[in-house]
């Protein structure tokens, strides 16, 4: 499945990385705590959290999810925005909390 | 919680509850030693030896209506996160002082926030006190000082709106001046 597909079927908003929608995604992780993230998340993951600070655009980057999906809400930071379409890492955000969201997930993928 | 300026509100907060007319916050940004330090310290009216046993649980308050108030208890747990730790001194009649440690570059470490705007909260929630912001990044430094401000305004009182704008201003350049970007 692409994130193109995953974003319509959730009616998740893009925060970054718009053109790179043609990604494909496996698997999903959930996790704020982002060094444990770091040794968790696996490359191609939808990666759900709370977390909007500048440090989930490396996270995002080193582990190749491939998209960082922000559940409740959350906003980030202009900068964080900026540097995410820099490295190419695609935000996506949603009302949803992140159990409803992997939920979701599971139900589109199983 | 998403940024360390939102701990350094919330323990400002306590320094004003507890009746200080002096709170310095001095932030060094020590990349060399791969350290973050927070100082907020206040002369209010301190804690006493028993109270200060106690605080850093976070089911310890001095609040009444809540049985928890988790300020000094977040900012430790957010230093024990990412390698830090925080310290505290007090003396009943003579104020306390808090000293928050990170490892600059931890992952698991917040940002700093936005100071300037930091600085315009807590000088709208009790204007008449001296804050005193010292910033330090690289061997430049940064240095605030709200009485230095309103002598200069002549009676203006610091929190109209324009003047709060204008400190406002005045920080946000006077960092980046400094090289601290926020």
Same mark, same amino acid.
């Given at each position: 499945?692409?994130?193109?597909?995953? /974003?319509? !079927?959730?009616?998740?908003?893009?925060?970054?990385?718009?053109? $790179?929608?043609?990604?494909?995604?496996?698997?999903?992780? @959930?996790?704020?705590?982002?060094?444990?993230?770091?040794?968790?998340?696996?490359?191609?993951?939808?990666?759900?959290?709370?977390?909007?600070?500048?440090?989930?655009? /490396?996270? !995002?980057?080193?582990?190749?999810?491939?998209?960082?999906?922000? $559940?409740?809400?959350?906003?980030?930071?202009?900068?964080? @925005?900026?540097?995410?379409?820099?490295?190419?890492?695609?935000?996506?955000?949603?009302?949803?909390?992140?159990?409803?969201?992997?939920?979701?997930?599971?139900?589109?993928?199983? | 919680?998403?940024?360390?300026?939102?701990?350094?509100?919330?323990?400002?907060?306590?320094?004003?509850?507890?009746?200080?007319?002096?709170?310095?916050?001095?932030?060094?940004?020590?990349?060399?030693?791969?350290?973050?330090?927070?100082?907020?310290?206040?002369?209010?009216?301190?804690?006493?030896?028993?109270?200060?046993?106690?605080?850093?649980?976070?089911?310890?308050?001095?609040?009444?209506?809540?049985?928890?108030?988790?300020?000094?208890?977040?900012?430790?747990?957010?230093?024990?996160?990412?390698?830090?730790?925080?310290?505290?001194?007090?003396?009943?009649?003579?104020?306390?002082?808090?000293?928050?440690?990170?490892?600059?570059?931890?992952?698991?470490?917040?940002?700093?926030?936005?100071?300037?705007?930091?600085?315009?909260?807590?000088?709208?929630?009790?204007?008449?006190?001296?804050?005193?912001?010292?910033?330090?990044?690289?061997?430049?430094?940064?240095?605030?000082?709200?009485?230095?401000?309103?002598?200069?305004?002549?009676?203006?009182?610091?929190?109209?709106?324009?003047?709060?704008?204008?400190?406002?201003?005045?920080?946000?350049?006077?960092?980046?001046?400094?090289?601290?970007?926020?």
């Amino acid at each position: 499945m692409k994130v193109s597909e995953l /974003a319509a !079927a959730l009616d998740l908003k893009y925060v970054s990385g718009a053109q $790179a929608q043609d990604r494909e995604i496996s698997g999903c992780y @959930i996790g704020d705590l982002l060094s444990w993230v770091m040794g968790r998340a696996l490359g191609g993951n939808v990666w759900i959290t709370i977390m909007s600070n500048i440090n989930i655009v /490396a996270v !995002a980057s080193l582990t190749e999810a491939a998209c960082v999906l922000l $559940a409740e809400n959350v906003v980030p930071d202009e900068n964080v @925005i900026k540097k995410a379409e820099m490295q190419d890492v695609i935000i996506l955000s949603s009302g949803k909390t992140a159990y409803e969201l992997a939920v979701k997930l599971y139900d589109i993928t199983k | 919680m998403k940024e360390l300026s939102l701990h350094i509100l919330d323990i400002v907060q306590n320094s004003v509850k507890a009746g200080a007319s002096e709170i310095e916050i001095d932030i060094n940004e020590d990349i060399l030693k791969n350290l973050l330090e927070i100082d907020i310290t206040d002369n209010g009216c301190g804690m006493s030896e028993e109270f200060l046993k106690t605080v850093k649980d976070p089911f310890s308050t001095t609040r009444t209506t809540r049985k928890v108030g988790m300020g000094i208890s977040l900012f430790e747990a957010a230093a024990v996160q990412c390698g830090g730790y925080l310290e505290i001194e007090s003396e009943q009649g003579n104020g306390t002082s808090l000293k928050v440690f990170f490892e600059y570059d931890n992952i698991d470490r917040a940002p700093l926030g936005n100071m300037a705007e930091t600085m315009i909260t807590v000088i709208m929630g009790a204007p008449d006190i001296n804050y005193v912001y010292k910033h330090r990044k690289a061997g430049k430094e940064f240095v605030f000082v709200a009485d230095d401000i309103k002598n200069a305004l002549g009676g203006v009182p610091i929190d109209s709106p324009e003047i709060l704008n204008w400190v406002k201003e005045y920080i946000s350049e006077g960092l980046e001046n400094a090289g601290i970007n926020m």
